[in-house]
């Protein structure tokens, strides 16, 4: 009798530990996130992540920190909000206490806001390009959130509403203009003299195409032997000028 209320009453109270509840909790709010930042395959591209791993994490599979990272700047949500369900969900309204607006001394990194507006849309020859005011940035912020390592970074605003729902209009972007592998990504290029946000991908073994996320644009290529990062031919057609890492609300 005693076994038997003891293992009637174990059934009985049997529940999912914590972490696994916590596990599920974050597959719902990834489920969320992702439905919201347009599906599974974009989020998919943008994070950089095969399609069947993120099926995986959307069906309550752990996730490793990086991935985290990753899913959370392709949502565009808080990385807080995603891993534990605190704070906001979107970053917009949680990055102002991540910034400093004094020097924070070997703990952060100068990053200059430029006064250019490159177009997510037709592209626009900018007035100036010169900086402006000077954030000093949280290393913590940018290696724990953003993933981001290098110094070569800047702010700047975006106008026009191609790169919607990824960028809209006004958003100011972090741009890493350190030169790399080019990957598929939003990245600040200048077409032929016309300063551009457009999300970069490979056609084919020698073609670019420079596509909006907003479907209403078309896509376009451009040959991979007339693409350089910044000045480094003189002949490019499209020049790189950095990869878009960062998306926020700043009044400057």
């Known amino acids: 009798m005693a076994n038997e209320s003891g293992n009637e009453g174990g059934n009985a109270n049997f529940q999912p530990d914590a972490e696994d509840a916590a596990i599920s909790e974050r597959a719902e709010r990834l489920q969320q996130a992702v439905q919201l930042a347009g599906g599974n395959t974009k989020v998919a591209i943008r994070a950089q992540m095969p399609l069947s791993t993120l099926s995986r994490y959307l069906a309550g599979r752990d996730m490793k920190a990086s ?5 959370a700047r392709a949502c565009d ?4 909000w995603l891993a534990d369900g605190s704070g906001n969900r979107h970053t917009d309204a949680i ?4 910034f400093a607006a004094t020097d924070c001394g070997d703990n952060s990194i100068p990053v200059s806001y430029f006064k250019a507006e490159p177009s ?3 592209g626009c020859v900018p007035d100036e390009w010169d ?3 000077v954030f000093h940035v949280s290393k913590e912020f940018l290696n724990n959130v953003l993933g981001v390592y290098h110094r070569s970074l800047f702010f700047v605003r975006v106008q026009g509403d191609s790169m919607m729902p990824t960028l809209n209009p006004g958003d100011t ?7 790399e592998q080019i990957m598929e990504s939003v990245y600040v290029v200048s077409v032929q003299g016309m300063l551009m946000v457009k999300r970069l991908s490979v056609k084919d073994p020698l073609t670019f195409s420079l596509v909006s996320d907003n479907e209403r644009y078309k896509p376009f290529d451009i040959q991979m032997t007339r693409t350089s990062w910044a000045n480094a031919s003189t002949d490019a057609d499209l020049r790189i000028i950095g990869r878009v890492v960062g998306r926020f609300h700043i009044n400057v």
Do not use: W
Not at 67 to 71: D, G, K, Q, S
Not at 95 to 98: E, L, T
């Open 67 to 71: 991935a985290m990272i990753a899913l």
């Open 77 to 80: 949500v808080s990385l807080d």
């Open 95 to 98: 990055v102002s206490d991540r």
């Open 120 to 122: 997510a849309g037709t």
């Open 131 to 133: 900086g402006g005011e």
């Open 173 to 179: 972007i972090l741009v890493d203009y350190t030169p």
